[in-house]
């Protein structure tokens, strides 16, 4: 048996979250034993029970419960204590931090064999991060032994110099079960008329947690410049975060709360996205951007910013656009273009994309690794 712990801050509805779980109920080795291990406390029920009902061991160090003080002490000491009584033989820890650097120092200290740094994303988002915390990422060269990342850029951005530039990485596609996110018609006719949406209405969407790397405040403005040349236009934002009441002052700023439909988070969103007919993701910065891949499985026309990384884009149905260009340029160009799906999801298999093909791929790690050692 061979078990493997994947540590993430949070488990709630998030790109992060999408891929464990995915790669939970994919799982074809019998021998691998999976447990999570969260930093904090903030979880989605819905989604632990889940988890469990696949045998997957659910923990959390519950960090948000202690005083910022108290917190710093607390953390190492009870991460080595889990990990020493627990016996890993693989640790994977999937938050893209350089604090993060000193849990791997611990992991490492704990005994485990193989310890993987897995960055999901393209920067940190605290400004106090990016400068002073930076050159702890130098820690991860001598304490994890293996470097998953989504994209280069990703790897760019967490790892050393000395790690990215001589490829001692190697990339993970964030796979997704690619038949359950193909176009249904069904799908598209229920969710419209539970949200009251006329089917001449021109509807804009939008997945991803409610953060400012997601740049949703860009998002309403080009909203706000589509409504005044198509009227009949509305926007369905999935999603739920720590910006939300931000983004609905916005809304009432921009005087667009009839044209934009805060429909929070959710499990469902195959179907929500056969609802939709354009989907826009101007991100400020990304690791990969797993809804995109998502979108285009859906067969939608994906307006993206540049920002999202050209690995994204894996059909000929992604535009990606410079934001610098302004949210009146992005309205007019996006509807001079005939929005149309376009089935190429042959494409996104042979990209690697599929669950499948990720789950071999981690799976031979974690296995190849035990015997090697």
């Known amino acids: 048996m061979t078990k493997v712990l994947m540590i993430t801050y949070r488990f709630i509805f998030g790109g992060i979250e999408k891929l464990l779980l995915n790669i939970f109920e994919n799982k074809s080795n019998p021998s691998i034993h999976y447990d999570l291990l969260t930093l904090i406390a903030e979880t989605d029920n819905e989604l632990i029970e889940k988890i469990k009902s696949l045998g997957v061991g659910y923990y959390s ?70 400068k002073i915390l930076r050159p702890m990422r130098k820690l991860y060269d001598f304490s994890a032994t293996d470097f998953f990342a989504c994209s280069d850029s990703a790897a760019q951005h967490l790892f050393s110099s000395d790690v990215f530039i001589t490829k001692k990485y190697i990339v993970v596609n964030n796979g997704i ?39 949703h405040l860009f998002l309403l403005k080009i909203i706000s410049e589509v409504s005044k040349l198509k009227p009949n236009s509305k926007l369905l934002l999935v999603g739920d975060g ?60 994906c307006y993206v910013s540049e920002n999202v990384p050209q690995t994204a884009v894996l059909t000929s149905n992604v535009y990606r656009f410079s934001t610098l260009k302004g949210a009146r340029w992005w309205a007019r160009e996006i509807l001079s273009k005939v929005n149309k799906r376009v089935d190429e999801t042959n494409k996104i298999v042979q990209a690697g994309y599929d669950i499948t093909c990720t789950v071999q791929q981690l799976e031979n790690i974690y296995v190849r690794n035990r015997k090697s050692l």
């Open 242 to 301: 720590e910006l939300k009441n931000e983004i609905e002052k916005e809304i009432n700023n921009l005087g667009i709360k009839n044209n934009v439909i805060m429909y929070g988070a959710s499990s469902n969103i195959p179907a929500l996205l056969s609802s939709m007919d354009v989907f826009l993701f101007p991100s400020k910065w990304e690791g990969l951007g797993i809804s995109v891949v998502e979108a285009q499985c859906n067969g939608l026309p």
């Open 61 to 130: 160090l519950e960090l948000d419960k202690h005083s910022t003080l108290e917190r710093q002490f607390y953390h190492y000491k009870a991460l080595y204590k889990f990990i020493k009584q627990n016996h890993y033989d693989v640790v994977h820890i999937n938050i893209t931090s350089y604090a993060r650097a000193l849990d791997m120092v611990i992991v490492k200290l704990a005994g485990v064999k193989t310890r993987i740094i897995h960055s999901h994303s393209a920067d940190e988002i605290l400004p106090f991060s990016r």
């Open 177 to 215: 079960e690619v038949k359950n996110y193909l176009f249904s018609s069904i799908d598209r006719d229920r969710i419209r008329h539970s949200l009251g949406i006329k089917k001449d209405t021109l509807l804009f969407g939008h997945v991803g947690r409610l953060t400012e790397a997601k740049n």
